[in-house]
């Protein structure tokens, strides 16, 4: 159980292209779902906190007019990189957890984004 | 704020014992978590600590001692598919990991 899904899991674009990333949770409702980016030997950073039907929490220092997030059901979030440029190039993690805060995260397999 | 320190990293010899230290400093306490993650992954979740003392699952154990602030995550009989980044994390008003410890299994 707990299986979260990510699509897609690699892709390369151009500067200047905006980049879309689905996470889905499959086999159960996901109240709270959280985007994390990591650099090359890194930890991961928190993104943003999406729950679902509202608007996402951003954390400090995250654009929220460059990565838009949508928590549009119970199953998915998506995020949307806008005119991604080179330095936007990592690795998206989406987690999914049933409940409020305290509950388990699980992750995604992740997305590697390179924008050349 | 939220400060976890572990060790960068560690290696140890095939079928040994490897002990992972993490000490943290919060605002608020919820709970600390260990993930493993294999390089170009995704972690994964290994244990969840909330109350002191020890939580054992297999081959891995997990400690916590809330009023120290500390943490370690051991790993029995180590195999080579063992070698990964463990990640610690505290969930304070948030979850916040630390930087990863490298573990390296030599045979």
């Known amino acids: 159980g707990a299986v979260v899904s990510q699509h897609p899991s690699r892709v390369i674009c151009k500067s200047g292209t905006s980049v879309k990333i689905e996470c889905r949770s499959l086999d159960f409702q996901a109240t709270t779902m959280f985007w994390y980016r990591q650099f090359p030997k890194q930890s991961l950073m928190l993104m943003a906190t999406s729950n679902e039907g509202s608007k996402a929490t951003y954390e400090q220092g995250v654009e929220k007019d460059k990565f838009l997030i949508n928590h549009a059901s119970l199953t998915l979030s998506t995020l949307t990189v806008a005119s991604a440029h080179p330095e936007d190039s990592s690795f998206y993690i989406c987690s999914a957890s049933s409940g409020p805060g305290t509950d388990t995260q699980y992750f995604g397999p992740g997305t590697r984004l390179t924008v050349l | 704020g939220q400060n976890i320190d572990q060790p960068t990293e560690m290696t140890a010899t095939e079928g040994a014992i490897v002990q992972i230290n993490c000490t943290y400093q919060?605002?608020?306490?919820?709970?600390l978590f260990w993930y493993q993650q294999h390089a170009g992954e995704a972690p994964t979740f290994l244990s969840y600590n909330v109350l002191d003392g020890l939580e054992e699952k297999g081959r891995f154990s997990s400690f916590l001692s809330r009023s120290k602030g500390y943490s370690y995550l051991l790993l029995k009989e180590l195999q080579m598919k063992d070698s990964a980044s463990y990640l610690c994390?505290?969930?304070?008003?948030?979850?916040?990991f630390g930087a990863g410890t490298t573990v390296t299994v030599r045979a």
């Open positions: 994390a505290v969930r304070g008003e948030k979850l916040s």
């Open positions: 919060t605002s608020g306490f919820n709970g």
